[in-house]
């Protein structure tokens, strides 16, 4: 059975920086795609970032765009999103996702993904 683990969340000052991780176990974390979602109290979950099996193809909302990177070590069966230059209107808890299907491309659905961690809550302060 697939399970992630999400780190990295706290408090920041605006214009800070977090490195959120995501460590895959139970499967072939190699060949599947990836995404980063979040959940902002009394909203509905929203797609942030994708990352392909290969790492070769990422996908971003606008909103983060040019300040938020996904990227990820099959050698660690890890997959991080570096958000620079937060904002208050980041603050959210933060989900990794993954798709169970060998060799996935960049997904923004959240039906399109099998499996997700438990989340870790990323407050920003102004």
């Known amino acids: 059975q697939v399970q992630l683990v999400e780190s990295g969340g706290g408090l920041v000052q605006s214009g800070g920086s977090l490195r959120l991780s995501c460590v895959i176990s139970g499967g072939v974390f190699g060949i599947y795609a990836m995404g980063w979602f979040r959940q902002a109290p009394g909203k509905e979950r929203e797609f942030v970032a994708a990352i392909n099996w290969s790492g070769t193809s990422t996908d971003y909302t606008d909103a983060v765009e040019g300040r938020f990177t996904i990227s990820r070590d099959n050698a660690k069966n890890t997959v991080y999103l570096q958000m620079n230059n937060l904002k208050p209107e980041d603050t959210a808890v933060y989900y990794c996702?993954?798709?169970?299907?060998?060799?996935?491309?960049?997904?923004?659905?959240?039906?399109?993904?099998?499996?997700w961690g438990q989340g870790t809550q990323v407050t920003v302060s102004s």
């Open positions: 996702a993954v798709r169970l299907y060998p060799r996935g491309t960049v997904y923004r659905m959240i039906d399109r993904y099998d499996s």
